[in-house]
């Protein structure tokens, strides 16, 4: 699943020499950056009668969630350049994108020539906030290194072309330069991280990951970035083991808590999850996605009946804009555990509505997997088969194989052959496929001859004897293969065959029942 609650993305950097702070402000925004906003709001409130004290206490203030008390600060310096662009973010958090946009256009048309750092401020305002014009973020970032060539800068312009469509190559020229200027810059080496963790290749973001926690090891945010990682390659313990070290650098908010159950959950440890969850909520913390995570962990550990009033408490507080996938699919799976199975199946198109992406094949592998397991076999084919039309490129084997296992259980045996047809053709490489698909294939057809009289399911028995070498590992299959030849062979009178598989049932498990029936008849007969 995804994380419950989106990490903040890192707030304003410290400008480049231009103006001078005092050592506690300069602390502040270190702090800022390492996303510890509690810590930092205390140092810039004991500040705040300076301007850009003021604007960073007004960061600190959203990064922590706090919208109305960040414009009240930010409208304290309602001249200053800094300040102004603090209340387009403002805007920007309220969905006020053009209002937004005028105001950070007017400021950077008013820039003067030892104001270059306020293009930098306008772009982080862009692309730290939702709702802004990118490309103008990246325009104001360039104009910054311009005047000044930093790594602040870099890492900012790294992070504007993340949110551009295939800007993930730009990025990481950027935060690559950043690590070049400073070797131990742990931020970039964190985002180099996050750039391997998008693209799902778990092992290079450790090693990022890993050198930015060496790079500062009082940086929380790699820990928990690792966390993340480690549960991708299914280490638990580490997953673990790092978060709890997050917990210990970060400010240990319930933002912070809440990330740190959400690692439990992640890591399969759900009895920890619900029981942090159930000790921020007995303390009065009360947040809809809280709800989600109870649901979940509850559904895991089969407690059904919670899972239910805890995913309906989540849908009722939670605003619908922030509704996953996966809060769909789990409402779908709890239904389904309740005993109300087409309810559930109105999740499941909703899980499929709500996902976005252009190829949908991962949620609906994930929809047709749930009813393969629920053993409703009919609605497995539909969706297995949903996503061979739909999103061919993406289809993997086992798509197939499961939509013709499917039909085969569904007692669709017509459908089920000429799937396991396509599938004995498409992938007829490898042995292991070969033999899936013959069984398979002489299953669905032996189906249709339960009597071994009309011999449909010869030939593909027969290939599958071949391709297993009477591999004695394969016994079920062979048993299977063994039995029907043997039937339909004594059926057809030719004695000599039905013996000679006879004796290789016999083989397997003297004891079978068929082959020495057989074996009695033909005894007899003579």
Known sequence: ????????????????????????????????????????????????????????????????????????????????????????RVYLTEGKSAEAMTLLNTVVGKIKKKETDIYKLAADAITYTDGGDITKAIEWYN????????????????????????????????????????????????????????????????????????????????YSDLADAYYRVNKYDKAKENIEKYLQLSDNSIDDQIRYANILFLSQDYPAAISKMQELLNKGVDKPYMYRLLAYSKYETGDATGAMTDIQQFFAKQPSTKVLPSDYMYYARILDKNNQADLAKVQYLKALDADTS????????????????????????????????KHNASAKALDLYYKGFSEYYSQQYDAAIGTFKQFTEKYNVEPSNIATGQYWLALAQAAKDPDAKTGTAVDAFTKYIEVTKD??????????????????????????????????????????????????????SK
């Open 143 to 222: 104009l910054a290194l311009k005047a000044s060539r930093s790594t602040d800068v870099l890492i900012g312009l790294g992070d504007a072309y993340r949110k551009t469509p295939g800007g993930g190559g730009n990025a990481m020229n950027n935060y690559e330069e950043a690590t070049s200027m400073d070797p131990n810059n742990s931020l970039a080496f964190s985002r180099i991280g996050s750039l391997w963790y998008a693209a799902k290749n778990f092992n290079a973001a450790l090693e990022a990951y890993g050198k930015a926690q060496a790079a500062d090891p009082n940086n929380p945010i790699p």
């Open 358 to 389: 252009a190829d949908k094949s991962e949620v609906i592998r994930e929809i047709a997997d749930q009813f393969r397991k629920n053993k409703d076999f009919k609605s497995a084919a539909e969706w297995y088969g949903m996503i061979l039309s």
């Open 471 to 524: 591999d004695a590992s394969k016994k079920d299959g062979l048993m299977k293969a063994y039995q029907y030849l043997a039937v339909f062979n004594y059926n057809k009178k030719d004695k000599a065959t039905a013996l000679a598989y006879c004796d290789k049932i016999l083989a397997l498990d003297a004891t079978n029942a068929t082959a020495k029936q057989i074996k009695d008849l033909l005894a007899k």
């Open 1 to 88: 699943m995804k994380m419950l609650k989106a990490k903040s993305l890192l707030l304003a950097a410290l400008l480049s020499g231009a103006i001078a702070f005092g050592q506690g402000v300069g602390d502040g925004v270190k702090l800022l950056k390492y996303e510890k906003y509690e810590s930092a709001a205390k140092v810039f409130s004991a500040n705040a009668t300076d301007n850009m004290a003021n604007y960073y206490l007004g960061l600190a203030q959203l990064g922590q969630g706090n919208v109305e008390a960040a414009k009240a600060t930010f409208q304290k310096f309602p001249e200053d350049k800094a300040n102004q662009v603090g209340l387009a």
